[in-house]
Each structure stands twice: as C-alpha cells, then as structure tokens.
C-alpha cells in the first residue's frame, strides 16, 4: 500500500457538485475519470493498491507530484492512459489513439440515442452560410426531447433559425478505443416568448462556454435521431 499525507476528512463518492471538488489539474482529471466509470475513492484505492488518504491526496493537493509508477497504476486500474492523467493529451482532438482489433460497430435505438443526447455538454451543429456549410459547436440541453442552445444574432450558430439543421455529438474513449455518436435532423427556430427564454436561461445546463452577451435561444425540433456505438 502506498501512504501518504493523511486527511482527517473521510472517503467519499465520486463528487456531484462543487462539494469535494479537486484542486490541481491532476485532482480534476482523476476525479472526472473515476465519475466517468462510477468509482469511489474507495474502489478506485482497491484498485490501484494505494491508500484512501493518497486518493484523495491525489485529488486535493494541488501539488501533488506523483512518479511514474504512480500514473502507471493510476491509468491501469482507470482503463485510461498516463498522457491522458497527466494532461499530455490535452489541446488534442478525441481519438488520436490506436483502433481495436476487435471492434464492433452497431447501431443505437432511437430511445439509447435520446438518451445519450441528454446527458448534455457539446454538440456541433451543421449550418449553410453565404460561404457554404459550416459546422461550429455550441453548448446545448435537452428540455422535454427538444434540443435548446444560447448564441448571439449573427454569429453562425444562429443561422440556424428558420431551417432543417443536422445536430451531432459524440464520445470518444481513446484509452478503450471505444466511443459512440448521435446525429438529429431538425428544424430549428428562435425562441420568441419572453418567458419561455426566461425559464431556458434558469434551467440550462450550462452557460456558453465562449462568453459575452449571448442571448437568442433557439431550439431545434427533432425529426429524426440515429445513433452508432464502436466497441473494442
């Protein structure tokens, strides 16, 4: 077992909110790899053989400096690679790791699409401009089936209005060599009521991650939803 420097604060589950929340870069990496595969702190020690207390040593300390065994025990026991825990990785697009051997590739129902669609973050939506199609990612939710986004009148995501759009996301594990996409085809139109775009902005997922004054909600009604899934 590995020891490190001791916390008088118990173990805990993955965090669900600012709660708990991971200091350094590393803590953050950590901690979002092991919500993405639904370990505790616990299961994420048993695993690696190393100490609750260092877990979230790990996790809390921003100057946490681990050796390379370390991250390589890390990365094994979370199925994941040392470049991605060490942020090697970041800046880069998804999917820059080897395809599986094995893979499989089947399609989703329409009800795992609708499902994957809603656990929200970034989609990229398909425009046409005066300068041909265009494809630019906006930060989006899904209310009552229908997908929602925030932007600012005459950037390119609100070209969108008054048309049929194609609206993509996806998820890429490079560490597994496994992801999977949704695709909507639909019509998208602004928002217009005062109070429905009050009640969007209360209930939105998110914010737009790019900032400024982006207040034009326009909602994309689903015609259609396909999906695919490729599995090691």
């Known amino acids: 077992m590995v020891d490190q420097p001791p916390s008088n604060q118990s173990p805990s589950k993955p965090p669900d909110a600012a709660r708990d929340a991971p200091l350094g870069d590393l803590g953050r990496r950590l901690t979002l790899r092991r919500g993405e595969l639904g370990l505790s ?3 994420t020690a048993s695993r690696t053989g190393m100490a609750v207390s260092y877990i979230r040593y790990l996790e809390e300390h921003p ?4 050796d390379a065994g370390i991250f390589r025990r890390l990365a094994g026991a979370l199925s994941t690679t040392v470049a991605a825990l060490a942020g090697g990785s970041t800046g880069l697009p998804a999917g820059t790791g080897r395809a599986s051997r094995n893979a499989e590739f089947t399609g989703l ?16 939506i398909a425009v046409s401009t005066s300068e041909g199609p265009a494809v630019v990612p906006v930060n989006y939710s899904v209310m009552e089936g229908v997908i929602v986004f925030r932007t600012a009148p005459g950037t390119t995501p609100s070209l969108a209005a008054g048309h049929r759009v194609a609206f993509e996301v996806d998820r890429v594990d490079d560490a597994l060599s496994e ?3 949704v695709l909507v085809r639909g019509d998208a139109h602004v928002v217009t009521d005062p109070e429905a775009a009050r009640l969007l902005t209360e209930l939105a997922h998110s914010t737009p991650w790019s900032g400024g004054e982006r207040d034009l909600w326009i909602r994309i009604d689903p015609v259609a939803v396909t999906g695919r899934r490729i599995t090691a």
């Open 41 to 43: 702190r616990e299961e």
């Open 63 to 66: 100057g946490a400096a681990p």
């Open 109 to 124: 129902t329409a009800g795992e699409s609708r499902s994957l669609l809603r656990t929200h973050g970034v989609g990229r």
């Open 179 to 181: 992801g999977w996409s």
